[in-house]
């Protein structure tokens, strides 16, 4: 629940059983489960028709794999956030999940309390992810932020947006790794304070996600300050 608006979820996976499950679960705890698919086509069909706010997603899906499904729902309606859940815990399924637009990855050895926990957070915009696997994606962005960038033309890359004092010292720390949760409190703000920072910055720099935000503030060495 995000105040008194139940959060609206779609779940994504082929297997009916576990698919049902996990819409029961998340239904039984307050979350509004507005629709459900079994493949990719049907997924992505659903999602634009349902306009969830969390897509609950499988990666290894008939039809269309899980990466393209997240591409185009997110493609589509940049305010969907896509938690996936999978049995995967592959370093490059991780990664390639992350650089698709997924918010967060869960495996599907977790509870269903933390799966739950998960998508709540994942609504909010808080990048989740299973213990072990923030590490990993932290250590992509610093590698994706190590290669060249393509310079802007007539050299509008140097004249960079002018960001509040706030928006920089909340993005140092989002370069850092640390969640929304873990900044508001560094900052003795509150969570919403922070994401409505975060979401302004992302529209100054004309960013798009945390991915790209985070190689930003690597490139320019705000992750040593």
Avoid at 23 to 49: H, M, P, Y
Avoid at 209 to 218: F, G, T
């Amino acid at each position: 629940m995000t105040g008194t608006t139940p959060i609206r979820v779609m779940v994504v996976d082929d297997h009916p059983m576990w698919r049902d499950a996990v819409a029961r679960d998340l239904s039984e705890s307050g979350f509004e489960v507005v629709a459900t698919a079994g493949d990719g086509d049907q997924a992505v069909r659903r999602a634009k028709a349902a306009a969830p706010g969390v897509l609950v997603l499988d990666l290894n899906l008939p039809g269309k794999p899980g990466v393209q499904v997240c591409k185009e729902v997110v493609a589509a309606d940049p305010s969907v956030r896509v938690l996936v859940l999978s049995a995967s815990g592959e370093h490059a399924d991780v990664l390639e999940a992350v650089k698709s637009g997924a918010t967060g990855y869960l495996l599907k050895s977790a509870s269903t309390e933390e799966l739950r926990d998960a998508v709540r957070r994942t609504a909010d915009g808080d990048p989740v992810f299973t213990p072990g696997l923030a590490g990993l994606v932290l250590g992509e962005y610093r590698r994706l932020a190590s290669e060249p960038a393509t310079p802007a033309a007539g050299g509008e890359e140097q004249k960079a947006p002018r960001l509040t004092e706030r928006e920089t010292e909340v993005l140092r720390l989002v370069a850092k790794g640390l969640s929304y949760k873990q900044i508001a409190e560094r900052l003795v703000i509150s969570h919403r304070t922070v994401q409505n920072h975060v979401q302004n910055t992302l529209g100054k720099l004309q960013l798009h996600n945390r991915v790209e935000l985070v190689r930003y503030a690597i490139e320019r060495g705000l992750d040593d300050e």
